[in-house]
């Protein structure tokens, strides 16, 4: 069975993302983050030969994401 929290805690960190890179539009933001994501798990996928396209993952890059990203203005 599903999370159910899950919609709410991706939602979450994709808005996030989004209040620190303020000067993207919501679709250029959506559109960077697939990208990054998908260039990642086919990175993941010729290491490993897994195919891991799931909610977890995209969580946990995302909080990767963000994490980054914070160290980043942090810094600015």
Do not use: C, P, V
């Not at 996030?16 to 996928?45: A, G, N, P, V």
């Amino acid at each position: 069975m599903r999370d159910d929290e899950r919609i709410n805690r991706i939602a979450g960190l994709i808005t996030q993302i989004w209040e620190q890179q303020h000067d993207k539009s919501f679709l250029q933001l959506i559109e960077t983050l697939k990208i990054e994501y998908i260039s990642q798990q086919t990175i993941i996928k010729k290491e490993t030969g897994l195919d891991e396209l799931n909610d977890e993952e995209f969580e946990r890059f995302l909080k990767e994401h963000l994490n980054d990203i914070i160290g980043e203005n942090i810094y600015d």
